[in-house]
């Protein structure tokens, strides 16, 4: 069964660092594009940067600059890392292919920047 599980989030201080990973199973996802989305209280499901099966990448403006996506094909996981973490950043993040499966929409890990 086609499956990712989301880790790394938590809370951490303005300013601070996250590294989020999702790891799939099945072997097609080494050539798919991945993203991360996240979805903060009160508001619609958002992307926040995607990475092609050829390595290309692209970020949401809110976050270019402070966050970067990257993948290990050898482990088949995307990873995101989050630096100079703001308020703002305080959602649940999802992995899932660019564009979404809507099957393949997990639970997410909840990232919460406050001090």
């Known amino acids: 069964q086609v499956q990712l599980v989301e880790s790394g989030g938590g809370l951490v201080q303005p300013g601070g660092s996250l590294r989020l990973s999702c790891a799939a199973s099945g072997s097609t996802f080494r050539v798919r594009a991945m993203a991360w989305y996240r979805q903060a209280p009160g508001k619609q499901r958002e992307l926040v940067a995607y990475i092609t099966g050829a390595g290309s990448t692209t970020y949401a403006d809110s976050v270019k600059g402070r966050f970067t996506i990257s993948r290990d094909t050898a482990k088949n996981t995307v990873y995101l890392q989050m630096n100079s973490l703001i308020p703002e950043d305080t959602a649940v993040y999802y992995c899932?292919?660019?564009?979404?499966?809507?099957?393949?929409w997990g639970q997410g890990t909840q990232v919460t920047v406050s001090s």
């Open positions: 899932n292919t660019y564009p979404p499966s809507q099957l393949l």
